[in-house]
């Protein structure tokens, strides 16, 4: 069954934030579940993402042309990303012993790659020619080791998403306000109503 990437799905702030985020209800083993299951959604996630996260790229097109020969990278840069920085928020701080296998898997991201990155102003490279979603997931992974972005990491309390706080104030709380925000607002709502109504009724 084919996965609507709706702008719901890219609230991670980042590309790698958002593919990390593609395992949904990490904290729930009895009804997580992978969106990346089938790797032909690898594809469909690169073109969404192309849309949804231009600025970040500079406008550079994402391609997945064989997801099924890079899903086994693809999977491990969004582990050990979300395995990295999930730690570090926790912590306030990156773990060294996560270091080498986030670094290796964004090496192998990167292994295959024929193009040129980091041009001032345009660190995924030229937005003229496309760039392999592999190498750009890696790019934007280790762009996440910058102390800035680090200290505005979240973990959403709602659905346990991470994303990047860009307000002003560094006060964001939820992935998204619409959408896991009016959920908590809902549910606080409902159970001061039943507690309302148990005292009523004593």
Request: hydrophobic share 40%; charged share 25%.
């Amino acid at each position: 069954m084919a996965v609507s990437w709706t702008p719901h799905r890219f609230t991670g702030g980042m590309l790698a934030l958002d593919t990390a985020n593609t395992v949904v209800l990490r904290n729930d083993p009895e009804k997580t579940f992978d969106r990346l299951k089938d790797p032909a959604e690898i594809a469909r996630f690169a073109e969404a993402a192309s849309g949804f996260r231009a600025d970040e790229l500079g406008g550079r097109p994402l391609v997945a042309p064989a997801p099924e020969k890079i899903a086994p990278v693809v999977l491990s840069i969004r582990e050990t990303t979300d395995r990295l920085f999930r730690r570090a928020v926790s912590k306030g701080a990156i773990a060294t012993g996560d270091m080498p296998e986030f670094l290796a898997a964004c090496a192998d991201g990167l292994a295959q790659s024929r193009t040129e990155i980091g041009r001032p102003g345009k660190p995924f490279g030229n937005p003229a020619t496309p760039i392999a979603f592999e190498a750009a997931l890696a790019v934007s992974a280790l762009s996440l080791l910058r102390g800035d972005t680090i200290a505005r990491l979240r973990i959403c309390p709602n659905c346990s998403w991470l994303f990047v706080d860009k307000s002003r104030n560094s006060s964001r709380l939820w992935c998204d306000m619409a959408v896991c925000g009016n959920r908590q607002k809902a549910n606080r709502y409902y159970r001061r109503r039943t507690a309302a109504r148990e005292i009523t009724n004593v």
